[in-house]
């Protein structure tokens, strides 16, 4: 297999022949026992599809960018979510209120993570779920419109995308297998090896909130494994 054409925090591409084959990075170690290579691509990730010069093109005339002040959200709940987005630099959060009112983060989505609501964004449903800053982020996005027309127009991207969605559903089934099987210490080293140094980056509240825990039993945990 020859080099990764990606890889982020949670998935790796490689391409052998015409075959593309997509892993979490933890499939990827075990299946061939290695690190991960990191390849500097161009802006916006858009040489991992090798388009040629106008698909480049065509796609960086659709693109769009924002950046979003800490403390905002791109989605509120009860929203249609109507774009997928990529994060330039900056986190993320989705998360819901549960049935106190408290708020319940699902996922955190640093840099080189995309994010949507794939579930209000393919059908045009309402989103259950808020996506909001934790820190002052920029993003690069498409809106579901253009991303279809895209894909009639440069095929390789839907392909691109169909992998994405793939490993964002093996990427969310593990995370359930983990909050239902794992202890709370083996969801803090799951959590260190997913997001290495975003602990320092955000407040711990928002840790504890992914990890199912209370902000006092994390900072317990913390002090346990310091390095």
């Known amino acids: 297999m020859q080099a990764p054409l990606f890889t982020n925090s949670y ?15 933890i499939q990827y170690a075990t299946l061939f026992n290695s690190r991960p290579m990191l390849l500097n691509c161009s802006p916006y990730y858009i040489s991992l599809i090798s388009p040629a010069g106008n698909e480049k093109r065509r796609i960086v005339a659709v693109l769009q960018q924002k950046t979003i002040p800490k403390g905002t959200c791109l989605l509120q709940a009860g929203q249609i979510c109507r774009y997928i987005y990529f994060v330039n630099y900056g986190c993320l959060r989705t998360f819901y209120l549960n049935e106190s009112g408290v708020e319940q983060n ?18 045009k449903r309402k989103s259950k779920y808020n996506i ?3 820190e002052k982020t920029e993003v690069i996005f498409f809106s579901h419109e253009q991303l279809e027309q895209l894909f009639t127009e440069i095929p390789k991207l839907e392909s691109f995308f169909r992998i994405l969605y793939q490993n964002a559903l093996v990427f969310y089934q593990n995370r359930l297998l983990t909050i239902l099987t ?3 210490e083996e969801r803090f080293r ?6 290495p140094h975003l602990e ?3 407040p711990q509240k928002h840790i504890a909130s992914l ?3 209370t902000p006092v039993f994390l900072s317990m945990l913390r002090k346990r494994h310091l390095p």
């Open 106 to 123: 699902v996922l955190l989505h640093p840099e080189n993570w995309w994010v949507s609501d794939l579930a209000s964004f393919s059908g």
């Open 211 to 213: 990890l199912g825990m």
């Open 190 to 195: 799951i959590f260190r090896k997913l997001y």
């Open 132 to 134: 909001g800053a934790l």
């Open 182 to 184: 794992q202890s709370a």
């Open 11 to 25: 998935l790796h591409i490689s391409k052998t022949g015409d075959t593309f084959f997509a892993f979490t990075n």
């Open 200 to 202: 320092q980056r955000i």
